[in-house]
């Protein structure tokens, strides 16, 4: 018993080591600043990009990272975490080489867009899965919440050494050096990860009441298939678009928000803000063991939309205090991070483990496809207006509808004895009836037809 949970500790540090080194990409507003730095320097060896192009690397990473989830998630289900976290290793460090030996728009789209962004999927999606096999389905908010931890708290570190690097060595150099580390600790913890052996059934801390509940939930190993055919998947999907856009929205732009204030050292405030981001997740993965992981969302959107109407009057003035400032971008990371722990968890609760590798990175398409959009509006009308305050109100009201729909998320029912009538299949396509079965579900309604049978 000893080996086995000493095994799985093992397996959730490495996954939460393999994050560390990942989250580079929230640290890009730092590269972000050099590169506009250089371009507006100018000189020989300088950077010419087009000024409004900036951002392009990193919003096609992000578009790369989710939808290589779906690959990466398909390979950890066939091939083991291991040969994926290794494969994710090897693409960040050929990234990263490609951007240390070029300062072209295109070998940066390349290099830290799509191989960068692919090698951050494919580690990212080989990190949590085989830890929470090793553990009891009570501790699954918690271990998914310490894994994602290290992505989101590794600007901490990343943010002040990129700053020393790129003053001390110059950008093409400090890609190297980090082109190497992250290749090198990446596939090294790759090594650790490892499912646990066939059959293998991790043992129920809960007992009493908290057991018994566990005992009545039915067993579900989902396909794909037939996640795509349960309205709850787009339920999820369009809250996780909301929560992950919100939060990635302000984390894009703190760098920038935070230099009115505090000049050089608005660095810091991306330091500090990861530490609310990793703190999100660990607390919102432990509250929703404790709590259900609805009303944990439920919270944390409520939680995320007052900081975000509380930010209009604090951004728009001509000289915004600096604690105040560092203390609204902590708590929306730890809103934001909150959504890393939760969904994975919910994922694991409705569709089971069999196929979470998938399932998951399906799912997780809306991270990137909500961080790309909202921040892309986030920048029109920043570039329209002249102010964040019509970028704080479009994601406020949003996280209110997204709190909304979170009721419908009930956790699934116990098993019954009675038979079920058999279930009919959802023909592609028809997103808007899986949507409302899902309300149906949530509002206690049951057909009077086999379809849509809960």
Request: with cysteine; aromatic share 12%.
């Amino acid at each position: 018993m000893s080996e086995t949970k000493n095994r799985g500790w093992q397996v959730t540090l490495a996954g939460t080591g393999i994050n560390l080194a990942l989250g580079v990409l929230y640290a890009w507003s730092i590269f972000k600043g050099a590169i506009k730095g250089s371009i507006e320097k100018g000189g020989p060896g300088a950077f010419n990009w087009d000024l409004s192009s900036l951002n392009d690397p990193y919003a096609i990473c992000c578009l790369a990272f989710a939808f290589s989830m779906i690959v990466a998630g398909k390979a950890q289900d066939k091939i083991g975490p291991a040969r994926t976290a290794l494969i994710g290793g090897l693409l960040v460090g050929a990234g990263f080489t490609i951007i240390s030996q070029s300062n072209s728009y295109m070998a940066w789209v390349l290099g830290f867009g799509v191989l960068a962004g692919s090698g951050f999927g494919f580690g990212y999606s080989a990190a949590t899965p085989p830890a929470l096999k090793w553990f009891p389905s009570s501790k699954t908010g918690l271990i998914a919440g310490i894994v994602v931890a290290g992505f989101g708290l590794a600007p901490v570190y990343i943010a002040p050494l990129s700053t020393w690097l790129l003053g001390s060595m110059g950008i093409q150099n400090s890609m190297l050096v980090l082109a190497v580390a992250f290749a090198v600790v990446v596939c090294g913890l790759s090594f650790f990860l490892a499912n646990p052996p066939a059959g293998y059934v991790p043992a129920e801390a809960a007992t009493g009441n908290a057991a018994a509940k566990t005992a009545a939930k039915p067993t579900v190993n989902a396909t794909a298939s037939e996640m795509l055919r349960s309205g709850k998947f787009y339920i999820l999907w369009i809250t996780y678009f909301i929560g992950a856009g919100a939060g990635l929205m302000v984390i894009g732009n703190v760098a920038g928000i935070a230099k009115k204030s505090m000049g050089s050292m608005a660095f810091l405030a991306v330091a500090i803000m990861a530490i609310g981001n990793a703190g999100g997740r660990v607390v919102a993965g432990v509250l929703s063991d404790k709590i259900g992981r609805m009303a944990t969302l439920i919270i944390m959107f409520v939680f995320q939309a007052a900081l975000m109407f509380a930010a209009i009057p604090l951004v728009g003035a001509g000289h915004p205090n600096a604690v105040l400032i560092v203390l609204l971008a902590t708590f929306i990371g730890f809103n934001y991070g909150a959504n890393l722990s939760l969904f994975p968890s919910f994922s694991k609760d409705y569709w089971g483990l069999k196929n979470y590798g998938l399932n998951y990175g399906l799912l997780f398409t809306a991270w990137g496809v909500g961080g790309f959009v909202m921040g892309r509006a986030s920048e029109m009308l920043n570039t329209q207006t002249g102010s964040f305050r019509a970028s704080f109100l479009l994601a406020g009201g949003m996280l209110i509808a997204g709190a909304v729909m979170s009721f419908a998320l009930r956790p699934a029912k116990a098993a019954k004895p009675v038979a079920a009538p058999a279930l009919e299949p959802v023909p592609q396509g028809m997103f808007l009836e899986s949507f409302m079965r899902g309300w149906a579900d949530f509002l206690g309604f049951t057909p009077t037809t086999p379809r849509g049978v809960r």
